[in-house]
């Protein structure tokens, strides 16, 4: 086979197979009385960016969020389709493209503060877009919210858990390619 056909190969199943990873690890999950259930998904979507870079890796989350969005029931708690996404947690799952894109971005730098500021703020991206939607379907259905006191519902709470979800995302990542390479199967990064 090919060189480059072995790539595109590796390719199609690395996107696969994150797509695959995303959608398990959002099924742990712990119900919130906010709707923002506790999952993995932060810790899979980091896991994703740090493993496949900012192409590859977007490319596996762009994939999650439509089969999800076509009705599998790939969200956390077993949910999937449109109104997912249009829904009060639906700005969260938007972050996480905008997320694996920085965090892909981060590992490509190969400078450890840039690391972090871009891991930091693919995270605060995924926040803020969740904040942002979760606040708008509040209002729109007649609950009133204020940005504020819909960050201390859905984003504050969960800020240690993502941040230590990252970070442990990143060093099993390295773990992960570590193996990839000693197996001569490279990731483009």
């Not at 072995?6 to 390719?11: E, G, L, V």
Request: glycine content about 10%; aromatic content about 8%.
């Amino acid at each position: 086979m090919s060189e480059k056909r072995s790539s595109k190969t590796m390719i199609v199943v690395l996107t696969g197979m994150f797509a695959a990873v995303l959608a398990v690890l959002s099924q742990l999950s712990i119900p919130m009385p906010s709707g923002v259930p506790v999952t993995l998904q932060t810790f899979a979507v980091a896991l994703t960016a740090y493993v496949l870079g900012w192409k590859v890796g977007t490319l596996a989350t762009v994939v999650y969020v439509l089969i999800g969005a076509v009705g599998v029931p790939v969200f956390a708690n077993l949910h999937g389709g449109v109104g997912v996404l249009v829904g009060a947690t639906g700005g969260f799952i938007w972050g996480f493209i905008l997320m694996v894109l920085l965090l892909g971005f981060a590992l490509e730098a190969k400078n450890k503060v840039l690391l972090v500021v871009l891991s930091a703020a693919g995270l605060a991206v995924c926040h803020l877009l969740g904040i942002l939607q979760f606040m708008a379907v509040m209002n729109a259905n007649g609950k009133g919210m204020s940005f504020a006191a819909a960050a201390m519902l859905v984003s504050v709470p969960y800020l240690l858990k993502d941040i230590i979800s990252v970070a442990a995302a990143y060093f099993l990542a390295m773990a992960v390619r570590r193996g990839l390479r000693a197996a001569n199967l490279q990731v483009a990064v």
